[in-house]
């Protein structure tokens, strides 16, 4: 089909000057120094990584954590995980209830083939119809219990875990390893007193969840929490046994956003690796150039794309432009290129096909974004 | 490879409570019934329509848009349009300046297929580009000129607009036809009285360059305007040939957010074709309902979906989750699903891979959205 041609087609030795825009550009090097400094952060306090795929949505860049030391890869969607696993990563955690009869039939082709893949869980209706689908079968399906970390979001309320995880645990066909406390409200807390005020309360929920688990006899349950906003608090947390951290991997201005002097010493360990190369398209404006970049190249949300050329901004303009803004006599000319850190890395890999990994201003790969899309 | 067995598999006769969500669901009714209208509309005036492929990303809808009159279908970058073209369809106008190496080789692609093909200009420089590509061809390049019609995105000012026309007339290769005064500025102004007087004065700068182009000696120019919010206006300018609507067929919230009884009345003919379908996947709080639609299915942008089901509120709820709304007593239970009126139809269909069409509760086709991504 003519359309995979177009975007698909081979890259490699490709300058940067001569790249399709608008695309993604990962900096390999960057990229690989990111994924080493989490692990190392996350094993010196004596903690695991399950990197979580949402952020990236490719199965090569999961590899890639994995060969760096991780554990498993965590996913949001049910097809997320299944397309994990069927690129051949292991260890994967469904962070996102099975709920639909789609939902549930890849749980079980994702458990047939990855025994250390794992759900979580906040309904006992739904632990229920999961376990149906297992009780016939010579196995069970590992499950984390998802508690509210005072998000609201998913999650069982605190004061209703104990009879949640007497009952589940009752439950032929599912196995209760651990407990899920993901606390995605404190990871973009400005100040940074605040967000470790914040997230201690959330992690005292998951540490409650945790004992319990403890107390009703699961043996060395798994606690997997934290985000990129709130490893730096997480990775403290003696209770802790495992990080699903995601954005550091890629990085975006939504993260950089956050300015106070101990976040930005905590986020040095994570330049962004990931940026977007769009190219001037219009440029008959005194104030500003127009550029190939707008609200489907660049999703709007969290923060403006931050240009990385000196004294430029970024604003969207419509659905497929953007609008640089900056002093007169140095605003780019028609056909240059630019590049910017993008608002919200999640949702904007979401908008594209690949990633052109760059080495030295050269395409030395090109990695599907094989899971885009894949929000079922 | 598993993904697309996953993503693209054969849902035909598959009832509505069994798709997979979230998901795109198409009325094909109400689609058919909004061509018709916007046809009916555009005829009766004695104008053309060149329907805007940007909003549906698909080549089949572009097809059935075609079958019910239009002339042709706009794009808005190359990569789309030469996938429109690829799958068939003719008389495609690119509505953005090629610029980009890529875009040119595809441009020239375009024009060797498509008889009827066309591109946009801004820039003398640009004009000079393509055209080199086309001298030693035996054709030209067919061209309209994009005259900035207030909005100052793209566009040749117009005080510019004679020595740019003079010029481009000028240079082998082109073939200049006509002129495009998109005024995107003016389509989701809330004041209906208002929105009639920006888009006057936007009309009379298209005019304008059209009376230039009339002056210059172009027999019958091409003059290209238009959208779902002005087309009202605009099929009443006498000057008009062609109208480049696009959001007409789909609909979404930020349309529908133009209460005033004018915008109402003309909307009217326009009830919204596209629903996203989202399953309840988490219920353990009192006051709202988790589902799986969040920022990646729903493009957060312009207004805030409207959910079908009465009583209910959507807001976003991160990348993954949306959050409903509404009296504790009425709120749909874990598992229910629910249909949104997204919020801006263009860059949230650009998030999915195919529309399920649907008639009385089941699927009776499914579209590829196969120019989903064509962002370069």
């Known amino acids: 089909?003519?359309?995979?041609?177009?975007?698909?087609?081979?890259?490699?030795?490709?300058?940067?000057?001569?790249?399709?825009?608008?695309?993604?550009?990962?900096?390999?090097?960057?990229?690989?120094?990111?994924?080493?400094?989490?692990?190392?952060?996350?094993?010196?306090?004596g903690k695991q990584l399950r990197a979580h795929a949402k952020t990236h949505k490719c199965s090569r860049l999961a590899a890639?954590?994995?060969?760096?030391?991780?554990?498993?890869?965590?996913?949001?969607?049910?097809?997320?995980?299944?397309?994990?696993?069927?690129?051949?990563?292991?260890?994967?955690?469904l962070t996102s209830p099975a709920i639909t009869a789609y939902a549930q039939q890849l749980v079980v082709e994702c458990a047939e083939i990855d025994p250390g893949f794992a759900v979580t869980l906040d309904d006992l209706g739904n632990a229920d119809g999961l376990a149906a689908k297992f009780a016939s079968r010579n196995r069970r399906l590992r499950c984390?219990?998802?508690?509210?970390?005072?998000?609201?979001?998913?999650?069982?309320?605190?004061?209703?875990?104990?009879?949640?995880?007497?009952?589940?645990?009752?439950?032929?066909?599912?196995e209760i390893v651990g407990?899920?406390?993901?606390?995605?409200?404190?990871?973009?807390?400005?100040?940074?007193?605040e967000r470790r005020e914040v997230n201690r309360r959330?992690?005292?929920?998951?540490?409650?969840?945790?004992?319990?688990?403890?107390?009703?006899?699961?043996?060395?349950?798994?606690?997997?929490?934290?985000?990129?906003?709130?490893?730096?608090?997480?990775?403290?947390?003696?209770e802790v046994t495992e990080i699903q951290a995601g954005s550091y991997a890629l990085m975006d201005a939504e993260y950089l956003a956050i300015?106070?002097?101990?976040?930005?010493?905590?986020?040095?360990?994570?330049?962004?690796?990931?940026?977007?190369?769009?190219t001037v398209v219009s440029a008959n404006q005194p104030a500003f150039v127009t550029v190939d970049a707008g609200l489907k190249a660049l999703y709007r949300d969290g923060a403006t794309p931050i240009v990385v050329e000196p004294g430029l901004q970024y604003d969207w303009f419509g659905d497929e432009f953007g609008k640089i803004s900056g002093d007169p006599a140095s605003l780019p000319r028609l056909g240059e290129q630019l590049s910017l850190v993008v608002s919200h890395?999640?949702?904007?890999?979401?908008?594209?096909?690949?990633?052109?990994?760059?080495?030295d201003g050269v395409v030395v790969d090109v990695w599907p974004i094989d899971l885009r899309g894949c929000s079922q």
Do not use: W
């Not at 949702?347 to 990994?357: G, Y």
């Open 1 to 45: 089909m003519r359309k995979e041609v177009v975007k698909n087609g081979d890259h490699l030795g490709v300058k940067r000057a001569d790249l399709p825009t608008p695309c993604l550009l990962l900096d390999r090097d960057q990229l690989d120094c990111n994924l080493r400094n989490m692990q190392k952060i996350v094993a010196s306090h």
């Open 64 to 93: 890639r954590q994995i060969a760096c030391g991780a554990v498993g890869i965590c996913a949001a969607k049910a097809s997320e995980a299944r397309g994990l696993i069927a690129a051949g990563i292991r260890g994967v955690l």
């Open 144 to 174: 984390l219990l998802d508690v509210d970390a005072n998000f609201g979001r998913t999650g069982i309320p605190l004061t209703n875990f104990r009879a949640f995880a007497e009952a589940a645990i009752c439950i032929p066909g599912l």
């Open 179 to 193: 407990v899920q406390a993901y606390a995605g409200h404190v990871q973009h807390i400005a100040d940074f007193a």
């Open 202 to 238: 959330a992690s005292d929920v998951g540490v409650r969840a945790f004992e319990i688990l403890k107390e009703l006899g699961v043996n060395q349950p798994i606690f997997s929490v934290g985000g990129t906003g709130s490893h730096m608090f997480d990775v403290n947390r003696p």
């Open 259 to 278: 300015s106070s002097a101990e976040s930005r010493l905590c986020f040095d360990d994570f330049p962004p690796a990931l940026t977007l190369l769009t």
């Open 345 to 359: 890395c999640d949702p904007t890999v979401n908008l594209f096909d690949q990633f052109f990994v760059i080495e």
